[in-house]
């Protein structure tokens, strides 16, 4: 098992950052099991290319406030857009399956900016 890259780290902290509006404190890093996570979970989406290795996949990058608070829906008028990250997409999804579902993608980006 290999961990994410300092670049995929770097990637995540700049995509995160750029659709939100207000200051968060700190962000919260997940990964996931991906393979018993598509075993037990409906909302796995599988990728056309066969379902994920088994190996750690990153679930995402939360930005959260002191008081825990999460942040979300933060600018709707900042939708995401996949063209802004598309020197990036081979690498990301690789190391974070979900971008190979479109849906997963919009609803992050547009949920967390």
């Known amino acids: 098992m290999k961990p994410?890259?300092?670049?995929?780290?770097?990637?995540l902290v700049i995509l995160?950052?750029?659709?939100?509006?207000?200051?968060?404190?700190y962000q919260i890093f997940a990964q996931l099991w991906q393979g018993s996570y598509?075993?037990?979970?409906?909302?796995?989406?599988?990728?056309?290319?066969?379902?994920p290795?088994?190996?750690f996949s990153i679930h995402g990058l939360f930005p959260r406030y002191?008081?825990?608070s999460s942040i979300s829906y933060c600018d709707s008028s900042n939708t995401f857009n996949s063209s802004q990250v598309s020197d990036l997409i081979s690498r990301l999804e690789t190391s974070w399956t979900t971008f190979s579902c479109p849906?997963?993608?919009?609803?992050?980006?547009?949920?967390f900016g």
Request: aromatic residues 4%.
């Open 53 to 55: 290795a088994a190996n």
């Open 16 to 25: 995160a950052a750029l659709g939100v509006s207000r200051a968060f404190d």
């Open 66 to 68: 002191k008081n825990g």
């Open 4 to 11: 994410p890259s300092s670049f995929l780290i770097k990637t």
């Open 38 to 51: 598509c075993e037990t979970s409906i909302t796995c989406c599988t990728p056309s290319t066969g379902m």
């Open 103 to 111: 849906v997963m993608v919009s609803h992050i980006g547009n949920t």
